[in-house]
């Protein structure tokens, strides 16, 4: 027994160090959150990618009921605005914004997300060998009946070439985002068969053809357009043959513009959200 202790001692503090040191690589991984009135922000890191880029994802959480917007936040809302100025060895970054959704606000429509998200980054270093500091300051609006601004501040330090971290709720909003895809047929995929400008109505407004695959759903729609442009609700019908028609309003455009616009088609739904970029041909207003 006298001996046995000093093993079990010895057995206990090699534990507790391992564990400290699994508790310390799990802190390294994301960044102390940085709290404000009913919402919290904070970064989280995921490995490296095989080409070199640094993972990264900006967690939001609010209060029950809170929600932010997405990159363009539909009739009401405020996008929110990265600032990365204060980082260090990125050449390049990339957001790569998950799938929203439509909500109901008192004067409209808004699109966004509930509760909570995580917005994957893609980050480039310039030099790969080398760590980087990623620092972000984001100015956003959590809002229930009424909208607060907010303000996060974050950063993350990142050592190169480290592929064996692993981050299940950065991967899990990964897997949320839309997959690009071109105009046209594909296997197993939703997909954008046609879009055109839609005569069956007297407003002004776009008609698109989806395909869905076996089992497939299309949940909405949302549109996007350079400068002033603004798109209303997406009505979906589904017809005989397995496609779907979606007629989506032209709420807003700038004065004076046309030919070949470039819009994107952010497509919410099942197996997987998907995205088209494309130029479509839109005569000018009447005056």
């Known amino acids: 027994m006298i001996r046995i202790l000093p093993l079990l001692a010895l057995a206990l503090l090699a534990f507790g160090t391992v564990a400290q040191a699994q508790d310390a690589t799990t802190e390294a991984a994301t960044s102390p959150w940085s709290t404000g009135e009913h919402a919290r922000l904070r970064l989280i890191a995921g490995p490296t990618t095989p080409t070199g880029k640094q993972r990264v994802g900006v967690e939001i959480v609010m209060s029950p009921g809170f929600k932010t917007y997405w990159r363009t936040p539909g009739e009401f809302g405020v996008p929110p605005a990265f600032d990365w100025s204060g980082s ?15 909500f109901q606000d008192s004067a409209g429509y808004s699109i966004g997300y509930v509760g909570e998200v995580v917005i994957p980054i893609s980050v480039q270093p310039v030099d790969p060998s080398r760590p980087v500091m990623v620092v972000l300051k984001l100015d956003y609006a959590v809002c229930e009946k009424i909208c607060i601004p907010a303000r996060g501040e974050a950063s993350l330090w990142l050592e190169p070439g480290v592929t064996t971290v692993t981050s299940p709720r950065l991967e899990s909003y990964e897997a949320r985002v839309p997959v690009p895809v071109k105009p046209g047929p594909h296997n197993g995929k939703l997909a954008l068969l046609d879009v055109g400008l839609d005569d069956t109505v007297v407003d002004p407004g776009l008609k698109l053809v989806l395909q869905t695959p076996p089992g497939g759903k ?5 549109v996007e357009g350079p400068g002033m442009w603004s798109f209303g609700k ?16 032209i709420n807003d455009r700038p004065k004076g513009v046309a030919g070949p ?15 088209t970029r494309l130029d479509l041909d839109i005569p000018a207003a009447k005056p």
């Open 218 to 222: 299309v949940e909405d729609i949302f």
């Open 234 to 249: 997406t009505h979906l019908t589904p017809e005989a043959d397995g496609t779907v028609t979606a007629r989506i309003r």
């Open 88 to 102: 260090t060895n990125i050449g390049g970054l990339d957001v790569r914004w998950p799938v929203p959704e439509r």
């Open 261 to 275: 616009i470039p819009l994107i088609f952010t497509v919410r739904g099942s197996p997987k959200p998907v995205e």
